[in-house]
């Protein structure tokens, strides 16, 4: 069935680095636009980032740029996200979702739990 | 950036009541193109991913009861739960796809009374 299950996330401290994975099944990923979504502990959603199908266009949300990169590899049909600098407020859950053809997340993976702590 | 601002923050009603929950967009969210309202709805249950309910502003997702229903346009959105059940307490976010970056709602939980 079509899924999506993230990993890599962890225990970091400020100014460390991390680097969560998303492995896709159960469709043609490579047909698909993705994206990184995340949540702090009992808030609301924030959107992080997105790349097309390609890996052509890229956007992040401002609270990221600079210092997270989003990248895929169609072959591996996974996805990526590069973490530097992270900060206390980088905690927070982080979902990859694919984009379904109207532009809404259609599909999420179950999330992979970043804490940023000394 | 579009601000998306939902009403009220949480509510609660009787089971076989309706729900409504108000999402406001702080610049229209409808394509003059193809006259479609970029705005989804999603529900989040505890522990759980969101899952969608309805996109384009009033598009059931596949699989999705019929006492849930999206209407509105512009800029004012609504999402109703015509008869709650035990199984839709969850927290109900609205989502703009128009324009990057991609705005959620606060969103708003609701309970059984």
């Known amino acids: 069935q079509v899924q999506l299950v993230e990993s890599g996330g962890g225990l970091v401290k400020p100014g460390g680095s991390l680097r969560l994975s998303c492995a896709a099944s159960?469709?043609?990923?490579?047909?698909?636009?993705m994206s990184w979504i995340r949540q702090a502990p009992g808030k609301g959603l924030e959107w992080v980032s997105y790349?097309?199908?390609?890996?052509?266009?890229?956007y992040y949300a401002d609270s990221v740029k600079g210092r997270f990169t989003i990248s895929r590899d169609n072959a591996q049909s996974s996805l990526y996200l590069q973490m530097n600098s992270l900060r206390a407020e980088d905690t927070a859950l982080y979902y990859c979702?694919?984009?379904?053809?109207?532009?809404?997340?259609?599909?999420w993976g179950q999330g992979t739990m970043v804490t940023v702590s000394s | 950036d579009i601000v998306m601002t939902q009403s009220p923050d949480s509510l609660a009603v009787s089971l076989g009541e309706r729900a409504t929950i108000n999402c406001k967009s702080s610049?229209?969210?409808?394509?003059?193109?193809?006259?479609?309202?970029?705005l989804t709805w999603y529900q989040q249950k505890p522990g759980q991913p969101p899952k969608v309910l309805i996109y384009?502003?009033?598009t059931r997702e596949s699989g999705v009861p019929d006492r849930f229903s999206g209407s509105g346009s512009r800029t004012d959105f609504t999402l109703t739960i015509s008869s709650l059940q035990a199984e839709d307490v969850a927290v109900y976010y609205c989502?703009?796809?128009?324009?990057?970056?991609?705005?959620f709602g606060q969103g708003t939980k609701v309970e059984i009374k």
């Open positions: 979702a694919r984009h379904g053809t109207s532009g809404a997340f259609e599909i």
């Open positions: 159960g469709f043609s990923f490579s047909d698909y636009y």
């Open positions: 790349i097309t199908s390609s890996g052509t266009t890229i």
């Open positions: 610049q229209s969210v409808l394509s003059s193109s193809n006259n479609k309202n970029y």
């Open positions: 384009w502003a009033s």
């Open positions: 989502q703009q796809y128009y324009s990057y970056p991609r705005t």
